[in-house]
């Protein structure tokens, strides 16, 4: 089967409007072939129209390329996934010393080290991921090492990042240039700001209301120290070439060994739960989203900056990839909505849908309600008559950014005694998912959102 791309075009044109996001490049691979389609503008005030060409911010995606690279150092011999990360810098130490010692490159990747992000203000210059992990002596525990999975943004990925320097002896983003990108023959990825071709690159985009135009956004890129983990741009073509690698093996599309096919088995394989299931799926790999869409297997690995999105999808019964670069949202209805048209006329399974609350539960409110936060994000459940609520509690500055109120009430709608619904409240957002689990004395300790684990604290 094959896409019509006059269709595809025209449906995702009333979908950009529909969300006011300003443009979205797809790009499908399909036993080796690539389909490409471009619609919309690369920023509102130029009106420029974007192209297949245009370069995109990938957000998290980056986790994925840091990761390919890690597992280089395994297919070498020079690092031991389940060693610990001191083997490799013997002055790692955070403020559990247990933690210090055991921490390896496996808890690392599958974001279950527990360590708080508290680095500090590692600056933009060459040694910031060594800063970053001078900058960690005194970082507590979210949760015990291995205990849970809880998404580190920024500094697992960094302590990574780290090894690979000291390994090779250079900077990070000249490892990542010399691993992966010239040996794949690739000319438009990059992981600097200052690498990127202004006059291909998209500008990202803020909504502040759907009765009001997208506007560029007023952080342009990430901090450097989001880079291991988060600063990678790239093209839909390029993002494919990485698809292309975990479908086959380990060969780049040029035909370059860029991995084992063990180390990519190895990838997929190592596995940890999730506590929520829903928002992407229900395990987490080496670098990769494991989801499970009707009982087929489906690898997935996504990217937010402030502004612009990245979505992957890596079919490997198919020998299919699906990629969505957006500079706008994200919004988890456009990406089903534009995915699912292009999985239906590939013939393929579709994404599945969000599970349906059991408004017959009968829950034990004070197991749930308390407060659970982390620095910057504070969740407070509460009860009334019975029913869970959750209030978003924002930092003021943050809420003014993103024109939101700084407290948000949300209804919890009961899938399971663990899980939960959250409506939105306004037209800008979707349908999230809440894990909230682990009950120790009777009342849990964790709540999981959007991969994030913030634990009880009143």
């Not at 933009?124 to 999975?149: C, K, N, S, W």
């Not at 006329?345 to 004070?366: C, F, M, Q, S, Y």
């Not at 800008?428 to 991969?451: K, M």
Request: hydrophobic share 40%; proline share 8%; with cysteine.
């Amino acid at each position: 089967m094959t896409i019509d791309l006059p269709r595809l075009r025209a449906r995702v044109a009333r979908l950009l409007t529909e969300y006011a996001i300003p443009s979205a490049a797809i790009g499908v691979l399909r036993d080796g072939e690539v389909t490409e389609v471009a619609v919309g503008v690369k920023n509102v005030l130029t009106g420029e129209p974007a192209t297949t060409d245009t370069v995109y911010q990938c957000g998290s995606m980056t986790k994925t390329w840091t990761a390919l690279a890690f597992l280089q150092l395994v297919d070498e011999g020079t690092v031991d996934l389940d060693a610990p990360v001191r083997n490799h810098l013997p002055t790692f130490a955070v403020a559990d010393p247990e933690v210090s010692a055991r921490v390896t490159p496996r808890h690392l990747l599958y974001h279950t080290s527990g360590i708080e992000e508290a680095y500090g203000d590692p600056g933009e210059d060459d040694d910031v991921y060594e800063r970053m992990v001078d900058g960690i002596a005194d970082a507590p525990q979210v949760f015990p090492l291995g205990h849970t999975h809880g998404y580190s943004a920024a500094l697992g990925y960094a302590v990574l990042a780290r090894i690979l320097e000291v390994r090779d002896g250079k900077g990070w983003d000249d490892v990542l240039r010399d691993r992966l990108f010239e040996p794949m023959g690739l000319t438009s990825t990059n992981s600097r700001r200052e690498q990127v071709d202004e006059a291909r690159a998209a500008t990202g985009h803020l909504t502040p209301a759907l009765e009001q135009d997208p506007v560029v956004t007023p952080v342009d890129y990430l901090p450097r120290a989001f880079g291991p983990g988060g600063n990678v741009t790239s093209t839909v073509r390029e993002v494919l070439a990485m698809a292309h690698v975990l479908l086959t093996e380990g060969l780049a599309p040029n035909g370059k060994r860029i991995l084992s096919a063990e180390s990519v088995q190895e990838m997929k394989r190592s596995r940890v739960p999730v506590p929520d299931p829903y928002l992407f799926g229900p395990e987490w790999a080496l670098g990769l989203i494991v989801c499970d869409w009707h009982g087929q297997t489906v690898y997935a690995s996504d990217g937010s900056t402030i502004g612009q999105n990245a979505r992957l999808r890596v079919l490997p019964e198919s020998n299919t990839a699906i990629v969505l670069l957006t500079n706008g949202g994200p919004r988890e209805a456009f990406y089903r909505a534009v995915v699912n048209h292009i999985l239906t006329e590939l013939g393929e399974v579709t994404i599945p849908e969000p599970p349906a609350p059991d408004l017959t539960l009968r829950l034990d409110p004070a197991r749930y309600v308390g407060v659970y936060e982390r620095p910057g994000a504070r969740f407070e459940v509460s009860a009334e008559a019975g029913r869970l609520h959750l209030t978003l509690v924002m930092d003021p500055m943050q809420a003014d950014f993103l024109g939101k109120p700084d407290r948000v009430r949300y209804d919890l709608l009961p899938v399971s005694e663990t899980h939960f619904l959250m409506p939105p409240t306004d037209a800008l957002e979707d349908t999230q998912t809440v894990a909230i689990y682990d009950f120790a004395d009777g009342a849990a300790r964790y709540l999981h959102t959007n991969c994030r684990v913030h634990p009880r604290v009143e």
